[in-house]
């Protein structure tokens, strides 16, 4: 068995922690000084950790525990799979059957001519395989200096050179010599931050033509493809105006380019349907997927691809892949996991029960001193905090000074919501109930009260 377990202290695991390991988007020296919290189990929407706090969890792990935790039927099938085939590769002419059946199965579930999938382990390294794929299906169709893609700033596509670069993360550009060449950045859809005196629909008019507007600028035989996520997720739960995706959707298709959906975290029943696509009423030629494809129970990703891209790329040899690409044990795990989605009803759920309770309750914050905003797409949400609800006015202090705050007061009551900048975000595991959404709410208002309480007492406000 494991040499480390969970019933050691506390203390003696973050101190083991701190020394060895490195986290993630985060920095580790002050993080050793304070201690990681440890979770140790979790059940339907309930973490807890090792000193025995149950936390619900509103971001469903990193937006991908969609079924929720501990579902039994996931882990039997991951054990089977292991037994029978633990691993074989797809390179070289050779398949195997939990490949054949969940590339079957998403090209079923996916809208559309989008019909062909190419796996890989994670959202980075399909979007990487995005890159690739865009540019070479132009060379092959004789336009080979139609390698642009243009993307938006504060997007969020994972966390590899490629896939970093293709995302408009400042932060992230500022380290490791990013972004790589030919990636192109337009302002993003925040009408809260961004919008000034114009109405949400003619600022979201405006965003979409920004992307016009490049493609005349840079040359529309130079641009490959727009890429997007229908809901901003990681850049804090941006929605963008109605007016904004039909006229994004116009220009790509009047110059013809590629409309590649990053669907990592929309996907998959997080928006009420099984796409985000589907709700917001874009036509893609690639979807981009990982997260609730397997609901984080393994690690898979991949990218959808309509007949038409699919069919220029496979007239020759693509040069890419990846040693996971359709790992058996994570292929039968997300067929699995589709399995429950569906026979559960899990996304009907979504669509006419939780999204629209918790759609209600979630609005109804901006009651609070505190919240300006409140928006919200099937069971992904944010709100924005702000001083001044009518100048919709930033804080005084550094951007993300008060949504840290507020963070912090919801892990102290239990709940994980997650702080963008100075927006607080949730994409709750969709099978949540409405008592516990209720709870969910209960614990959010304390903890904004907290937080207001405390911004009093420093002079934030
Ligand atoms: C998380 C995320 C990714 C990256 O996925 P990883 O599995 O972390 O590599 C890409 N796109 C979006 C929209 C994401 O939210």
């Known amino acids: 068995m494991s040499m480390i377990s969970n019933h050691l202290p506390t203390a003696e695991l973050q101190a083991l922690d701190a020394a060895h390991h490195m986290h993630p988007f985060t920095c580790n020296s002050e993080l050793s000084q304070k201690g990681a919290r440890v979770i140790t189990r979790a059940k339907g929407v309930t973490l807890t950790d090792s000193d025995g706090h149950e936390i619900l969890d509103a971001m469903a792990g990193l937006w991908c525990v969609n079924v929720g935790y501990g579902r039994d039927e996931l882990a039997d099938v991951a054990a089977r799979q292991m037994r029978e085939l633990p691993y074989y590769n797809t390179f070289f002419q050779t398949t195997h059957v939990p490949a054949i059946a969940l590339a079957q199965k998403i090209a079923e579930l996916a809208p559309g001519d989008l019909n062909n999938v190419f796996f890989a382990g994670s959202g980075s390294e399909a979007n990487d395989t995005n890159i690739r ?3 070479h299906y132009w060379a092959m169709k004789n336009k080979p200096s139609k390698s642009i893609i243009i993307s938006r700033h504060n997007a969020y596509h994972g966390s590899s050179v490629g896939s970093g670069s293709l995302g408009g993360m400042s932060g992230m550009h500022a380290q490791g010599g990013m972004p790589i060449p030919d990636i192109h950045h337009i302002n993003q859809p925040d009408w809260w931050a961004d919008g000034g005196e114009l109405s949400p629909k003619e600022f979201g008019l405006q965003r979409a033509q920004e992307l016009e507007k490049a493609i005349l600028d840079l040359g529309e035989d130079r641009v490959a493809a727009f890429i997007a996520e229908p809901v901003q997720g990681a850049g804090g739960v941006i929605v963008a105006p109605d007016s904004y995706w039909p006229e994004i ?6 110059y013809e380019i590629l409309l590649i959906a990053d669907e990592v ?3 998959f029943g997080r928006t009420g349907q099984w796409f985000g696509s589907e709700t917001l009423g874009i036509r893609p030629d690639i979807m981009t997927i990982a997260k609730g494809l397997s609901s984080g129970y393994a690690p898979i990703g991949g990218s959808i691809v309509s007949d038409e891209v699919a069919s ?12 996971y690409s ?5 292929a039968a795990v997300a067929l699995e996991n589709l399995r429950i989605l569906e026979d559960e009803n899990i996304i009907t759920h979504v669509k ?3 999204a629209p309770y918790l759609a209600e309750k979630w609005q ?4 609070h001193p505190l919240v300006g905003e409140a928006k919200i797409v099937g069971l992904m949400g944010s709100i924005a905090l702000t001083p001044n609800k009518e100048t919709r006015a930033p804080f005084e202090a550094e951007v993300g000074t008060v949504g840290y705050i507020c963070r912090e007061r919801c892990f102290a009551n239990n709940l994980v919501m997650r702080h963008v900048g100075d927006r607080m ?3 709750p595991p969709l099978v949540i109930s409405t008592d516990e959404i209720d709870t969910l709410i209960a614990r959010a208002r304390t903890s904004l009260d907290e937080c207001h309480e405390i911004l009093k007492e420093k002079g934030l406000i």
Do not use: W
């Open 249 to 254: 959707q116009r220009i790509c298709d009047k």
């Open 265 to 267: 975290i929309c996907g």
């Open 133 to 135: 794929m865009v540019r």
């Open 326 to 330: 359709g790992h058996p044990v994570a």
């Open 425 to 427: 975000i949730i994409a």
């Open 352 to 354: 006419d029960v939780v």
């Open 312 to 323: 220029i790329i496979s007239k020759g040899e693509f040069n890419h892949g990846y040693t």
């Open 364 to 367: 109804a914050l901006v009651g």
